[in-house]
């Protein structure tokens, strides 16, 4: 098992649907993240949970609700996107949220275009 | 506000040698990262750099002055698989990460 696994790796979904992006990690980690990556942009941090609990919220919209049932999996629910939203999305964990190094690793992403 | 620069992209020749720098804006400084990203694969560490000086790692060394808020990526005997983005991010006083843009580093034979 690779250590940070997405599905889907592409979506294509219209505003009204809904949808959602699966994480899982197989790594033992304690934090876990989502973050948007569009073209020519710095990464963009979502989510945050550490434990389960969720410590970071940064001002994302609401029509993006994650949910973290445990420590390994990690999910991002979609409801009435809009195109501005396509862009791709990055899980990553590390052992814990801060500290000596603590690099993250990602997944390979769920490229998400919104029609 | 914080501010990662990094030049948006860079063409170098195969077996040269080639220089990613990124200079940094942010509040308190508690390490930097460099991450490589193939088109369409997940990032993944490279190095990290928390005190002056250069880190060596192989073909790649990355070098960290806090005084002037640079950073540079070395990479020596190009390959064509070198070809990719290179982002830098910093971890400010509140742990957070703060990421540049990336860097496209083209490689030619």
Known sequence: ?115 | GQNIDQPTEMTATEGAIVQINCTYQTSGFNGLFWYQQHAGEAPTFLSYNVLDGLEEKGRFSSFLSRSKGYSYLLLKELQMKDSASYLCAVRDSNYQLIWGAGTKLIIKP
Do not use: I
Not at chain 1, 33 to 38: A, D, L, R, T
Not at chain 1, 56 to 79: G, M
């Open chain 1, 1 to 115: 098992e690779t250590g940070v696994t997405q599905t889907p790796r592409h979506l294509v979904m219209g505003m009204t649907n809904k949808k959602s992006l699966k994480c899982e990690q197989h790594l033992g980690h304690n934090a876990m993240y989502w973050y948007k990556q569009s073209a020519k942009k710095p990464l963009e941090l979502m989510f945050v949970y550490s434990l389960e609990e969720r410590v970071e919220n940064n001002s994302v919209p609401s029509r993006f609700s994650p949910e973290c049932p445990n420590s390994s999996h990690l999910f991002l629910h979609l409801h009435t996107l809009q195109p501005e939203d396509s862009a791709l999305y990055l899980c990553a964990s590390s052992q814990d949220l801060a500290g000596e190094g603590g690099e993250l690793f990602f997944g390979e992403g769920s490229r998400l275009t919104v029609l």
